[in-house]
């Protein structure tokens, strides 16, 4: 009988090597994929780095300001126009063609009293 309980003891700590063994593996496999997701990290984070560099570069004002002026014919002039409030017309002098026109009130109206509503019925192949 001792022998028998000695055997499947045995039997049990060969399982369990094994197992022991297998989740060992598992825990190699997914430290070496951590460890390569984190080099990809990395690398991915550099290339942000080159890239917002870049963005800073194409996305500068004088540059912007510089294509507009040459390839679109835009210049920075309109801003310069009106400078003071001095330069701003007055009501007085120059009234617009929209001053004259009554101010009128922007809600919809709804009718005092409904009218019936009508449907054109058809009795067409009857």
């Excluded at 000695?6 to 997914?30: D, P, Q, W």
């Excluded at 017309?89 to 709804?110: C, D, F, Y």
Aim: hydrophobic share 45%; aromatic share 4%.
């Amino acid at each position: 009988m001792v022998r028998v309980l000695n055997f499947f003891c045995v039997a049990l700590m060969g399982l369990s090597i094994l197992a022991l063994y297998h989740v060992s593996e598992k825990t190699r496999v997914a430290h070496m994929e951590l460890s390569k997701v984190g080099s990809r990290i990395a690398q991915e984070h550099s290339h942000l780095s080159v890239l917002e560099t870049e963005w800073g570069h194409v996305a500068s004002p004088a540059r912007i300001q510089k294509l507009a002026e040459t390839r679109l014919g835009m210049g920075d002039t309109a801003s310069v126009q009106l400078y003071s409030f001095d330069l701003l017309p007055r009501r007085a002098e120059n009234p617009g063609p929209l001053n004259n026109t009554p101010v009128q009130n922007a809600s919809a109206q709804i009718p005092a009293a409904p009218t019936a509503l009508v449907l054109p019925t058809s009795h067409a192949g009857m």
